[in-house]
């Protein structure tokens, strides 16, 4: 691969690139198992003739289906630009680079800007994001994921970094922007200066919570005590707590450090999570703090949710170790009956597991909430193949790991309990009208066919049926007594997605995936009031081969009652469509388009933005 195409790539898919699994040929028996799983299911999923997988709720009332989503379906789209139905409109509410104080200057088209002018700017690639009240006030908290280095440095060859001041750049353009937000007569605009805009980013000092903070693991030179810790990056998915905080989850952290010697030995559980002495952009070459020959230590600081503040620009971040450390994809939280905070989380690389967390104590309304992240209990899902499956608790008799290495290697100990390995899982979305959740595993071309970096074989079967899976599916899980916090489940496939247009096998998809809704790769998740479920892509958008006629990135709407789904949003050529959120009055959906093509938004001959946009109705109705 050219070192052009290499820059174009998706941390998930560089870091497979650079770290590809062994291929994986003993497990015969493994794969036959699988594969006579693999025709039971794909008989009866692709063509929806029985129970088995898919969900019996959308099968049983499949004839009374409604259309709860009130506009008219659009088709696939290969242009650069957004479409919507009939009906709704969109325009640009804030873009990489675009200033958050006055007296600074937007983005300079010929290089990119420079560190000073982008740490007082939006930052890049958008992601999730939340948005919160203080009185009449609407705060935004948007996750900037990575950056499009020959984008930001397009005064360097190749986009890679010639001195400290890029780095600098470069980390300032990473992180969260928040930023107070208002609805004029000409649509949606940021608050220039508002006491409430800030940017946070891979400096920021926060502080290490929850059982792994103080750990001889986590002790640096500059921070002995291991207690607080510069900055977080790679932020993905996004979480709110019920007392109004914002989480923010650590992603792809690995690929941000190098070493100096590059035959530097590293310890065996930097292996499991992808830590190698070669990183994407260089930091460590200006940056010792990435150098891990200099700071060993450094990269178990990173790879777990922050809980912030939104509202108050002075709070410091603080890391929740007692969540784990994996690649974390979003913080889905929801209180259980008798109180007790449910987080649900997917550690978004090949064959890696679903946790959830529950907090020891209950969520008092007024009440301290300092604990509730802090002190709980770990799980990491078990799926069956009956459509039984049970939340399998990290514990140190469990494990045979102390309660602090469960928090800093919590992959190994998921392996240790024997988790599921699954097919990539992204974004978590509770059903707030019923007690049920839904996990997007969005693809994983090594089902079957490899391990995952612990070892753990990926069997076909279960909630993960398609070998070499290109497509991706929902899954969901009812608790069995109607309660988040129970250990036991069952499960069943909301959708698996796929191209009817090509293929007649398991690759065509479910029963509820049509010539007219077809997609692949589901990513961002999120429940509307109305409790349906938009769902956003992040696949392949060549629109050739098996994925001809799919288009571009998109976003669809899904009525988890019926099992019907339907296309609301097309993106931008390029884009991945990532990231959604609702104006407190709920006539505005605020969605991210990240990474999109060259002239979008800004029209021919400018550099590409990744960017927040405002979708609404014409007639100025709730939207969601
Ligand atoms: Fe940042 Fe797994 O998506
Ligand atoms: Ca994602
Ligand atoms: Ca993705």
Same mark, same amino acid.
Request: aromatic fraction near 6%; include cysteine.
């Given at each position: 691969m050219r070192e052009h195409d290499i820059d174009e790539l998706s941390f998930d898919d560089y870091d497979e690139l650079r770290d590809p699994r062994p291929e994986d040929n003993g497990f015969d028996a493994v794969v036959d198992a699988a594969m006579s799983r693999r025709g039971f299911l794909g008989g009866v999923v692709a063509f929806g003739s029985g129970a088995a997988v898919m969900g019996t709720t959308f099968l049983a009332s499949e004839a009374q289906a409604a259309n709860r989503f009130g506009f008219n379906p659009i088709p696939t789209s290969t242009a650069n630009t957004i479409t919507l139905p009939e009906g709704y409109e969109w325009e640009v509410l804030v873009k990489w680079g675009q200033p958050l104080w006055s007296g600074t200057p937007?983005?300079?088209?010929a290089t990119g800007g420079t560190a000073e002018t982008q740490a007082r700017a939006f930052g890049d690639n958008t992601d999730g994001m939340a948005i919160f009240a203080k009185g009449d006030k609407q705060i935004?908290?948007? $996750? !900037?994921?990575?950056?499009? $280095?020959?984008?930001?440095?397009? !005064?360097? &060859?190749?986009?890679?970094?010639?001195?400290?001041? =890029? *780095?600098?750049?470069?980390?300032?353009?990473?992180?969260?922007?928040?930023?107070?937000?208002?609805?004029?007569?000409n649509g949606w605009d940021v608050v220039l200066d508002s006491e409430f805009?800030?940017?946070?980013?891979?400096?920021?000092? @926060?502080?290490?919570?929850?059982?792994?903070?103080?750990?001889?693991?986590?002790?640096?030179?500059?921070?002995?005590?291991?207690?607080?810790?510069?900055?977080?990056? !790679?932020?993905?998915? !996004?979480? &709110?707590?019920?007392?109004?905080t914002y989480l923010t989850c650590e992603e792809n952290f690995n690929g941000y450090f190098g070493s100096a010697d590059a035959e530097q030995e590293l310890p065996a559980e930097f292996k499991r999570y992808g830590i190698k002495t070669k990183s994407r952009y260089g930091f460590?070459?200006?940056?010792?703090?990435?150098?891990?020959?200099? $700071?060993? $230590?450094?990269?178990?600081?990173?790879?777990y949710i922050v809980e912030i503040d939104a509202t108050d620009p002075t709070s410091t971040p603080k890391k929740r170790t007692a969540l784990g450390r994996f690649k974390h994809e979003n913080a889905e939280t929801v209180l259980a009956a008798d109180g007790r905070v449910v987080v649900y989380m997917g550690d978004d690389e090949r064959g890696e597991f679903l946790y959830k967390f529950v907090s020891k104590d209950a969520y008092v309304e007024g009440g301290s909430t300092e604990g509730l992240l802090s002190d709980g209990q770990l799980y990491v899902a078990k799926f069956n193949d009956d459509l039984s499956g049970e939340w399998i608790?990290?514990?140190? &008799?469990?494990?045979g @790991?102390?309660?602090?290495?469960?928090?800093?290697?919590?992959?190994?100990?998921?392996?240790?309990?024997?988790?599921?390995t699954m097919d990539r899982p992204e974004? *978590?979305?509770?059903?707030?009208?019923?007690?049920?959740?839904?996990c997007a595993l969005t693809n994983n071309k090594n089902r079957g066919l490899k391990t995952n970096a612990g070892g753990d074989e990926t069997p076909v079967g279960g909630p993960n049926p398609r070998e070499a899976n290109k497509f991706g599916q929902i899954v969901r899980w009812r608790p069995v007594n109607g309660d988040h916090t129970d250990t036991k489940f069952t499960w069943d496939l909301y959708v698996m997605a796929g191209n009817p247009t090509i293929f007649d096998d398991d690759r065509?998809?479910?029963?509820? *995936?049509?010539?007219?809704?077809?997609?692949?790769?589901?990513?961002? @998740?999120?429940? =509307?009031?109305?409790?349906?479920?938009?769902?956003?892509?992040?696949? =392949?958008?060549?629109?050739?081969? =098996?994925?001809?006629g799919q288009g571009n990135n998109q976003m669809l709407i899904g009525d988890p009652a019926t099992g019907e789904i339907v296309r609301f949003m097309t993106g931008p050529n390029r884009c991945e469509v990532t990231g959604l959120c609702w104006s407190l009055d709920r006539r505005t959906a605020f969605v991210g388009i990240q990474h999109p093509a060259a002239d979008f938004p800004d029209g021919p001959g400018t550099l590409p933005r990744s960017c927040v946009v405002a979708v609404k109705r014409t007639d100025g109705g709730v939207i969601g």
């Open positions: 937007d983005v300079d088209q935004l908290a948007v $996750n !900037n994921e990575y950056i499009q $280095n020959k984008v930001l440095l397009n !005064n360097r &060859e190749d986009g890679k970094a010639i001195n400290a001041d =890029d *780095v600098q750049k470069m980390k300032n353009a990473h992180g969260i922007s928040i930023l107070e937000i208002e609805e004029g007569a805009n800030r940017r946070i980013t891979i400096d920021t000092p @926060m502080e290490l919570t929850g059982p792994a903070a103080g750990h001889d693991l986590l002790k640096t030179d500059a921070d002995p005590m291991a207690k607080t810790v510069l900055g977080t990056w !790679n932020n993905c998915g !996004n979480g &709110e707590t019920p007392w109004g460590e070459k200006f940056d010792d703090r990435f150098d891990l020959s200099k $700071n060993i $230590n450094e990269p178990n600081r990173h790879g608790a990290l514990t140190p &008799e469990a494990t @790991m102390t309660a602090e290495e469960i928090c800093i290697h919590t992959r190994v100990a998921g392996s240790k309990v024997g988790a599921t974004w *978590v979305a509770v059903n707030p009208l019923k007690v049920e959740a839904y065509a998809g479910s029963a509820n *995936v049509n010539t007219g809704n077809m997609f692949n790769s589901p990513d961002g @998740m999120q429940f =509307d009031s109305k409790g349906l479920l938009w769902i956003q892509t992040d696949g =392949d958008y060549k629109n050739e081969g =098996d994925f001809a």
